[in-house]
């Protein structure tokens, strides 16, 4: 059986051809494309859904190409995507203005009207904080989350609000356009917070709490149901036969734990693409809220997945690459090999991630990144260690505030593009001080957790547990006592930088928001 994958990140887009069969699965061809985040002055994170779609096509027409498999051999696609995009559309499924990324700010007023104002714990109101518990097992801690961008596009956008017919995510746009049914995975619909995990529906009692219209909910499905058939049009596009099966797939974070194989309680998996988490599959909900972190539902049924959220991974190490263009350092070949003299610890200097505010361990819009300690020896490679390490550091920081909550377990899986190098690799491991595992082709970990769940969906395997059997681990790395001698003295300080800078983050930053609002 040959399945199409997807992968829908917030600067990238990844495809992959595999050949399923219940004893293995094969990558035959990979398809990587480019697109734009739109980051305005406003605060706002924005994409153009199309560029979704037009990469969705061309990376198709790239696999078939590539591998030489007849489109009559594809019997099914399934797509991963990034969550908690807001994607208004009219009743023919088209966007009705360009989707809004989950680090998208714009919303603090408005979740500050609903959620800061009262009696209040932690800043959230206590009320609505427990209805909130009550129905989903969390609650919207922040102003980030898609429910709040609703309402600013019903405040300043009043006439897209009035065209919408559905509020989608943006892997259910993608389906949608494909066979014409707006229908979204459990997974996706958990991260609206408007979903009821006990009832396994939309919540009638959160939806009138917050105003939410609940036409504008699309219908639930599982992750590994079939949502319909390619409709002839969109086949066309995509190179592929009308009435291939489009399978419902899940978010980056249900199917990333699908693809590294982390299907059991305790097992963890620490994914760094644009973005990163450190994820964690449960059989319970549980939540921690002074810590934004909370069980979201997965793709499967029977578990949750414990997440800890980073804005910005290798985000950051991108940052650096475009920084450095022109010079020596400009590819990320020649960034990693400009380490590889570097001491454990970059001389003292020490890198803070938050490049777009922060989620977890604390939520703070207004946190900004920090190259700390830096001396006038300080050369390119210890900055460029530094950003590597302060990744590393703060998934060890979600790593410890997950396990507040539940057990994990001490060998970690590790994915997404960082996890390409063993160098980063190595780091981790040591900053972590626990083994760390790699799969064979971890960039591909969501078109390949996308394309395992198909399986499951055409009863190649019985259960989507039956997954873990069949991901293949690619290395191992053991922590280096030396080096993770120097992180242990470092990671206090790491943690340190941002309690320290606290006031002076939200006198830059906030005045820069209160000013660009403020002229326009």
Known sequence: MKVIGYDVGTTGFKAGLYELTKDDIRLLAGSVERYALHILPNGGAEQDPD??????????????EKSGVPRGEIQAISCCSQFSTLVMVDCEGRALRPAMSCMDTRAAAQFGRYMGTGLCVEGLNVSRLLRFVRATGAASTSAKDAVWRYHWVRENEPEVFRNTCKWLDAKEYLTSRATGRMIASRDDAYMTFLYDVKKGCWSEDLCRMLDIRMEHLPALCNAADVVGGLLPGPAEELGL??????????????????????LLPGDVNICSGTSGWVCTTIDRLCLDVPHSVASIVGADPENYLYCADCETAGKCLEWVKERLSGTPLGSYDELIDSIRDVPAGSGGVVFSPWMHGNRCPFEDANARGVFFNVDVSTHAGELVRAVIEGVCLHMRWLLETSELKIKTSPVVRFTGGSAMSKTICQILADVLRREVETIEDPRHVGTLGAAALAAVSLGVLDDIKDIRKIIRVGARFTPNPENAAVYDRIYPVFKSLYRNNQKAFAALNGAVIRETKLRK
């Open 51 to 64: 560029d979704w779609w037009n990469a969705m096509c061309r990376s198709t027409k790239a696999l078939l």
């Open 241 to 262: 036969l009308p009435g291939t099966a489009v399978i419902a797939g899940g978010s980056d974070v249900s199917l990333c734990q699908v693809g590294s194989g982390s």
